[in-house]
Nanobody, 126 residues
Framework: QVQLVESGGGLVQAGGSLRLSCVVS??????????MGWFRQAPGKERDFVAA????????YYEDSVKGRFTISRDNAKNTVYLQMNILKSEDTAVYYC?????????????????WGQGTQVTVSS
């Protein structure tokens, strides 16, 4: 059974940084053959795309509001994907989810992701 476990969320002041991690375990092909993504859901809103990374590490995609501030990366030897978040803003406050796609090339569509983590809360105080 595939499991995704996120960590690294917390409370941070505006302008600060956090790094989220997501460890993937369970059955399936080699981790490097799956694209991974990060999504977020703010209170009362739908879950939105944040960033995605292809199996080999490139290409990557970002939602416009996080470009230049967030960086997605992965360590295929550790079955782990990261989201480095810098210059955080209050509007980044949300529950952040990592997800595993059923394809190697990154995608921004949530429907392409078959497995999801439980989420980690990120709260940015202004």
């Amino acid at each position: 059974q595939v499991q995704l476990v996120e960590s690294g969320g917390g409370l941070v002041q505006a302008g600060g940084s956090l790094r989220l991690s997501c460890v993937v375990s369970g059955s399936g092909r080699t981790f490097s053959t799956y694209a991974m993504g990060w999504f977020r859901q703010a209170p009362g809103k739908e879950r939105d795309f944040v960033a995605a990374i292809s199996g080999p590490g490139a290409p990557t995609y970002y939602e416009d509001s996080v470009k230049g501030r967030f960086t997605i990366s992965r360590d295929n030897a550790k079955n782990t994907v990261y989201l480095q978040m810098n210059i955080l803003k209050s509007e980044d406050t949300a529950v952040y989810y990592c997800a595993r796609a059923g394809r190697v090339i990154a995608t921004i569509l949530s429907s392409d992701y078959a497995y999801w983590g439980q989420g980690t809360q990120v709260t940015v105080s202004s």
